[in-house]
C-alpha cells in the first residue's frame, strides 16, 4: 500500500524533465524572453523592412530612371548585388540588438536571475546565439529572396534582370542571410563581453564601421593589405556578386574570416562569464 502511495504521489518523467536546468529548456526561456522585448520586434521588423525593402526601392528608382544614367552606371548596373542590398541598413538593426539581447539584461539585473537558474551560466549564452541566430537566418533569408525576385521582375524591362540559378546568384542570396546571422553572433558576443548596452554598441560600430575609415587614410600598400581582413570587409565578400576592388578575399574565405571574428567575440565573452562576477 505504501509503495502504491509513494508511485501516485511521484512526479510524471515528463514534469521531472520540464523543472530540470537543460539545453532545452534553456533555450526555450530565452525564447520567451526574446519575444517579450518590445525592442526585440521593432527592431528585427526594421531589419526585415531594410533587407526586404531596400533594394526593391533602388531598383525601382534605377529603372524609371534608366535612359538619364550613365552609360557606365548602366553597363555596371547588376540586378544581383541590388537584389540583396538592403544588408547594408539591416546589418545595423541586427548588430544593435545582438548586443542588447544580453547587455540590458546586465542593466537591469535580469541576469543575475538568468545566472540563479542556470548555474553554470554558460548555457545561457549559448542559448541567446541559438535563438538570436536562428531567428535571424530564418527571417533574413526570407526577406532576401523575396527582394532578390522582386527586383528582378523590375529589372526585366531592360533586359538586366538575372536568374536564380545564375552564377554567384544563389551564393549571394544565402550569403546574405549566413553574413547577418554571423553579425548578429559577433554582436551578442561583444554585448556579453563589454556587458554595457552603449559601450557595446560603441564598440560594434567602431570595429565594423569606424575602423574601415581609419585603415582608408593609410597608404595605398599598407591599406590594401589589411582591409581585406577587416571584419565588414571580410564577411561582405559572401553577400557580393561583383567587387569594386580587387584587394579582397575569395567569398567563402572572406566569410571564414568573419566567422573567426565572431568565435573569437564569443570565447572572450564565455571567459569573462566564467570568469567575472554579474
Same mark, same amino acid.
Request: hydrophobic letters at 50%; one cysteine or more; glycine letters at 8%.
Given at each position: ?123 545561457? !549564452?549559448? +542559448?541567446?546565439?541559438? $535563438?538570436?541566430? /536562428? *531567428? ?6 526570407? @526577406?532576401?529572396?523575396?527582394? %532578390? ?82 571584419? !565588414?570587409? +571580410?564577411?561582405?565578400? $559572401?553577400?557580393? /556578386? *561583383? ?6 578575399? @575569395?567569398?567563402?574565405?572572406? %566569410? ?23
Amino acid at each position: 500500500m505504501s509503495t502504491a502511495i509513494a508511485t501516485d504521489h511521484a512526479p510524471a518523467p515528463r514534469a521531472r524533465e520540464r523543472g530540470r536546468v537543460t539545453q532545452a529548456n534553456v533555450i526555450r526561456s530565452e525564447w520567451t524572453k526574446l519575444w517579450s522585448l518590445r525592442s526585440t520586434r521593432w527592431s528585427l521588423l526594421a531589419a526585415v523592412v531594410a533587407q526586404g525593402a531596400l533594394g526593391i526601392l533602388v531598383a525601382a528608382v534605377q529603372m524609371n530612371r534608366w535612359t538619364h544614367l550613365s552609360p557606365h552606371d548602366r553597363e555596371t548596373y547588376n540586378s544581383i548585388d541590388t537584389g540583396v542590398g538592403g544588408y547594408h541598413l539591416a546589418q545595423l538593426a541586427i548588430g544593435v540588438l545582438g548586443v542588447m539581447i544580453i547587455s540590458s539584461e546586465y542593466s537591469t539585473g535580469m541576469i543575475r536571475s538568468s545566472f540563479m537558474a542556470v548555474p553554470k551560466r554558460l548555457p545561457v !549564452l549559448w +542559448a541567446k546565439i541559438a $535563438v538570436f541566430s /536562428s *531567428v535571424t537566418f530564418v527571417l533574413m533569408l526570407v @526577406s532576401s529572396v523575396v527582394s %532578390f525576385f522582386v527586383v528582378q521582375a523590375l529589372s526585366t524591362q531592360h533586359h538586366v534582370q538575372h536568374a536564380i540559378g545564375d552564377p554567384t546568384a544563389l551564393r549571394v542570396v544565402v550569403g546574405t542571410a549566413l553574413f547577418l546571422t554571423v553579425l548578429g553572433v559577433l554582436a551578442t558576443g561583444i554585448g556579453a563581453l563589454i556587458r554595457n548596452t552603449a559601450g557595446g554598441i560603441a564598440f560594434f560600430v567602431f570595429l565594423l564601421f569606424v575602423l574601415p575609415g581609419i585603415t582608408a587614410i593609410l597608404p595605398h600598400t599598407v591599406g590594401d593589405s589589411i582591409n581585406p581582413y577587416l571584419p !565588414l570587409n +571580410a564577411g561582405f565578400t $559572401v553577400a557580393t /556578386s *561583383v567587387f569594386e576592388d580587387s584587394h579582397h578575399l @575569395s567569398p567563402w574565405g572572406g %566569410f571564414a574570416v568573419f566567422c573567426g571574428y565572431a568565435a573569437l567575440a564569443v570565447g572572450a565573452a564565455m571567459v569573462g562569464l566564467l570568469g567575472r562576477d554579474a
